[in-house]
């Protein structure tokens, strides 16, 4: 089984800056793709910000030039540097891993999730 650990989430004043991660553990033999979601009560889950391959990104346009997704292969983890944190980014971010596992079986599991709170 593959799981995720994802770290970092806290209370953060308006404009500032954070950084999470998320580590992926297990019989793991590639990973396609890690991403971030976030969800705030009563709303769907959306997108932020995924990373494919370690290579090709891709944004929601809500924080297009704000945030920054990286990953490193060697560690399978992947990062989201927060920047200009507006009120509205107030959420639980959970993270995804979609990949195959050491028996070639393909796996999408989701972190437990972590709340990240920005304050006017």
């Known amino acids: 089984q593959v799981q995720l650990v994802e770290s970092g989430g806290r209370l953060v004043q308006s404009g500032g800056s954070l950084s999470l991660s998320c580590a992926a553990s297990?019989?793991?033999?590639?990973?396609?793709?890690m991403g971030w979601y976030r969800q705030t009560p009563g709303k769907p889950r959306e997108l932020v910000a995924v990373?494919?391959?370690?290579?090709?990104?891709v944004y929601a346009d809500s924080v297009k030039g704000r945030f920054t997704i990286s990953g490193d292969n060697g560690k399978n983890t992947v990062y989201l540097q927060m920047n200009s944190l507006k009120p509205e980014d107030t959420a639980v971010y959970y993270c995804?891993?979609?990949?195959?596992?050491?028996?070639?079986?393909?796996?999408?599991?989701w972190g437990q999730g972590t709340p990240v709170t920005v304050s006017s």
């Open positions: 995804k891993s979609v990949g195959r596992d050491q028996s070639w079986t393909s796996f999408e599991v």
């Open positions: 297990g019989s793991i033999f590639t990973i396609n793709s």
């Open positions: 990373i494919q391959d370690y290579e090709t990104t």
